[in-house]
């Protein structure tokens, strides 16, 4: 009855949520995993930075995404997402940042819908937090792309 009443409400149901939580944690796991292998790559040092900055974000967001999904009684998809093979195709460094950044909008997009219609308050805290930070590594990305392409 009471999730009837969230989901009449306008909140997401359980399963739809679970369904939108493991989607993002398999973009993360996938985000996480180009991050990494983009960091051994021979590129100017502030490239190197930003993609071990980006592995930790997405490392960690893949935990708190795990452990919500196991708070609301399910157990978290083990899947990658595709977009890391579609990323690690891509060799040229900044053209892959310029993909990496493109999911990493993609994932703030999924939670700008998410968010107004979560109601557990634990969970859209932690999910706007993870909104922020996403917003904060495109935002690095972009300033990086622009010195890289005016040269500077």
């Keep these: 009855m009471a999730e009837a009443e969230d989901m009449y409400m306008g909140y997401i149901g359980r399963d739809e949520l679970l369904d939108e939580l493991n989607a993002l944690l398999e973009a993360e796991r996938a985000g996480a995993k180009v991050a990494l292998a ?4 021979l590129a100017p040092r502030g490239y190197i930075e ?3 900055t980006v592995r930790d974000d ?15 009684g399910a157990r978290p998809s083990r899947k990658t997402g595709a977009f ?3 990323a690690l195709a891509i ?3 900044y053209d892959r940042l310029a993909f990496l950044n493109r999911g990493q909008a993609w ?6 819908k998410l968010l107004p219609r979560v109601r557990d308050g634990h969970l859209h805290r932690a999910l706007k937090e993870m909104l922020e930070s996403h917003k904060d590594n495109v935002r690095k990305a972009a300033d990086l792309l622009d010195r890289e392409h ?3």
């Design 84 to 86: 890391r093979e579609k």
């Design 150 to 152: 005016s040269g500077h």
């Design 38 to 41: 983009s960091s051994t790559v």
């Design 107 to 112: 994932v703030i997009r999924k939670l700008e």
């Design 91 to 93: 060799s040229e460094a």
């Design 58 to 72: 997405e490392a960690r967001w893949c935990a708190m995404l795990a452990k919500q999904i196991c708070r609301l």
């Design 50 to 52: 930003l993609m071990l």
